[in-house]
């Protein structure tokens, strides 16, 4: 399995994934990494209806995730994995599997966040939460698009 790309984005599966993240790694399947959406029917069937045809979609709760990555069952595809926020990636890692870096893309502003890269904010939880995989060694990077320079923004965090 070759894990292409760890985004997070709280919109998950849309337009932006689809039509320049999945071509541009040429994902074969996109993994939804959340404890609560794995729970939600309702949900899973919109990312379903989202998804490209082209990628197989996986929704998992983050300690299934992890069991899953470690035991390679992808071997032999291109694998993005979407978060909606940072807590799964660190619960994964609290699983056993840890990420090499993570890419965020767009976090809403809501009450109480504070901007951490250029369409992204992130409320003190949150920001504790990149702030413990910074400290597991994990590059956190901001990038909207492929075409978008990828900027580190690991040090936000120290």
């Known amino acids: 399995m070759a894990i292409v790309d760890v985004r ?3 919109r998950l599966v849309h337009g932006q994934v689809c039509s320049y993240w ?8 996109i993994v939804v990494v959340d404890d609560l959406v794995a729970q939600d029917e309702m949900r899973k069937s919109v990312l379903r209806l989202a998804c490209p045809d082209r990628c197989k979609l996986s929704i998992f709760s983050a300690e299934k995730a992890a069991d899953k990555f470690s035991r390679n069952i992808d071997r032999g595809i291109k694998v993005l994995i979407l978060c909606n926020r940072p807590r799964p990636i660190a619960q994964m890692a609290d699983a056993g599997f840890q990420v090499e870096y993570v890419t965020v893309g767009n976090i809403s502003s809501r009450e109480g966040s504070r901007q951490i890269a250029s369409t992204a904010y992130a409320t003190p939880e949150e920001w504790e939460d990149f702030r413990e995989l910074a400290r597991r060694g994990v590059k956190i990077f901001d990038q909207m698009v492929p075409t ?6 690991t040090g936000k965090f120290d």
């Open 148 to 153: 978008n320079p990828r900027v580190d923004i």
């Open 8 to 10: 997070i984005d709280d």
């Open 22 to 29: 999945v071509p541009h790694f040429s994902v074969d399947r």
